[in-house]
């Protein structure tokens, strides 16, 4: 029994793993509890960045400078907002007695703001728009900030790839989406498109995560499919490469299922955008290994906002942004089915060692009640010694 129990315990506790894996089961959504939490470590994160105690004051006014002169005012923000685990004691101590105020990120914001070097606080000031000082009313969101691309460039790229088969694909194919050829798409979609594509040109972008995005796009909208379907619809007239006869080819080769999978990774990209900003986004997707990973960086976005946009731009890209953001996890039967396989293993160990830890105990008392006898032969325990036993050396 103990050695099934053993045997039993790490195969159902790998099975659990594989099934919460395999389905997903985290739930990265933003909610009120856990966002200081995530806030917290971030900015432990951005705190990490300053490897010498000396004059940390001088270090974070730098690096906030840095980001003013690179002209992104979000990691700007997100370094003077993580003030409290950057700065010395003393002075963490004023954005702390902000931040329990209540006032939020604007009362820390301002309050950072006298603890600038006065050169580094006016370029913030004139570069960066103080939270407090943002309007109520939000952006329309029905407004495109910026596209891929228009049918003009559709047109040039089916050319293209039209007469190189081998050609990347992926500008092509994200262009077709935000052109709504591959169904219907989003504002956020459209800007997780673009800052998709800003991002796959990247030098440090995850081979394995361009891999999986070549190979979700390559099952929306397979090429092989398009090329044919576009030489069919110049049989009516035109290039198999016009946008009249690419668009239409294009529609015809998109697999709808795969398809509503892309448009839903384009729009958690989106919110990822959304929260900080389109650059931002294409900076946080860098700290990525798989497609799954975005929905921990949606949750970065919402939660930490210009602080995770700090932390994406100087941490290595070592896995410890995503560590940052803690899903909920949710259960399906399977799992529950291979939690039961775990606790039943455990309780099968426990009930076989209490059981030998009882024999055990028993055993011991009676050797105990059982010691004064020791001193004394009982009949049977009498010993016959004869000279017959005895031989001469």
Known sequence: MFNLCLLLLPLATAAAVLIIGRDQLYAYEYNEAGARSIIERVEALN??????????????????AMELMADDPAAA?????????????????????????????AAIEVAALQLL??????????????????????????????????????????RALLAEPETDPLQFVLTGFSLGLGGDISTAMNDGAVSLLASTRRDD???????????????AMPIENFTAAARVSAEDGGAPGDFDNASVAFAASINQEAAARVRAMLAEIGEIGSATSSDAAATMLTHANTIADFARLRLLAQTAGDRAAAAAKRLPRDGSLLLAARGELEFNRELLIAIGAIALALAGLLAVIGLKLFEAARAGIRSLNHEDDDDHY???????????NWRPL
């Open 205 to 219: 972008f995850p081979t394995s995560l361009s891999d999986e995005i070549h190979a979700l796009l390559a099952q």
């Open 117 to 158: 070097l006065p050169g580094t606080r006016e370029r913030y000031q004139a570069n960066v728009q103080l939270l407090s000082l943002r309007p109520n009313t939000a952006t329309p969101t029905s407004e495109r900030s910026e596209t891929l691309g228009d049918p003009r460039d559709f047109e040039l790229m089916a």
């Open 77 to 105: 923000r997100g370094f003077l907002l993580s003030g409290a685990e950057m700065l010395p004691p003393r002075s963490a101590a004023v954005l702390r007695r902000a931040a329990a105020d209540g006032a939020g990120d």
């Open 378 to 388: 009982s009949d049977s325990e009498l010993l016959e010694i004869s000279t017959n």
């Open 47 to 64: 705190g990490s960045l300053i490897q010498v105690d000396f004059d940390r004051q001088r270090q974070w006014d730098n690096m906030v």
